[in-house]
């Protein structure tokens, strides 16, 4: 599948340009689910109670300090620190920003004979890893082997759905998140995206519906309140867009969301003067 075809001659300025918000929208989640990286099954993996701990210990310190984290885990694979070793180098290279490294090894873990549940976190983690390094046939293609191994997994469904967003494949977009919310109807994060998704598309009143559904289930979605904001701005609503933007700020004021919020109100004071 081309992932990237398109006649339009402007296709590769708004490509990149989806692609920095697509990234900057992940980061807000990124901050919330990497942290649930150590409880991933690979710890079940670990031989030990030390061992267990030794994961924990690495993968907390890659969301600290990558760089120390990468020469610790390295130390510890070459000590036979096995599949959970492995896995804390590779967070560590998305830690530091080396997404395509990261990627990589991810998938490598992929072919190590483990079980069909840390597959699909593998390949889940592995298409993250690609987008973030803007590599979106790649992500398609792993994250797509990952739903074969489970069709209803939202999950996998959310990820990809972001790979064609960040490709401005915004129908199918919103295909993958119907089929998400349909298996998962209370995700917020998927409301998120699709109403995201809808805004390029220009249907405001659908994505003004799916961000104020996601907010009804979690009143404090940081994403949800930049998200509106905009979808207020577009809708000729500048006061709700600024009141949205500055609750973004107060809930998160150090998130992406919150400097993306920033700059959209000095965008808005600039157009009022």
Sequence with gaps: MN?????????LHRRR??????RRAKLVLMMLTLLAW????VAAAAQ?????REYDQCIELAMREPEAAFERAIAWRDLGGGVAARHCVAVALYGLGQFRESALRLERLVQDKVNTGLQISLLSQAGNAWLMAEEYERAHAVLS???ELAPDHPDLLIDRSLVYAAAEN?????????????????NGDALVFRASAYRYLDSLDLAADDVNRALSFKPAHVAAYLERGIIRRLSNNPNGAREDWLHTIKLAPDSPAAEAARRNLEMLDIKAQ
């Design 3 to 11: 992932m990237l075809s398109d006649k339009n001659p402007t296709a």
């Design 17 to 22: 340009k989806a692609a920095r918000l697509i």
């Design 38 to 41: 150590p409880l991933w099954p």
């Design 48 to 52: 030990s109670v030390a061992q267990s």
């Design 145 to 147: 082997a990952g739903l």
């Design 170 to 186: 915004y129908w199918e977009t919103v295909d993958d998140l119907n089929r998400a919310l349909d298996i998962d109807p209370d």
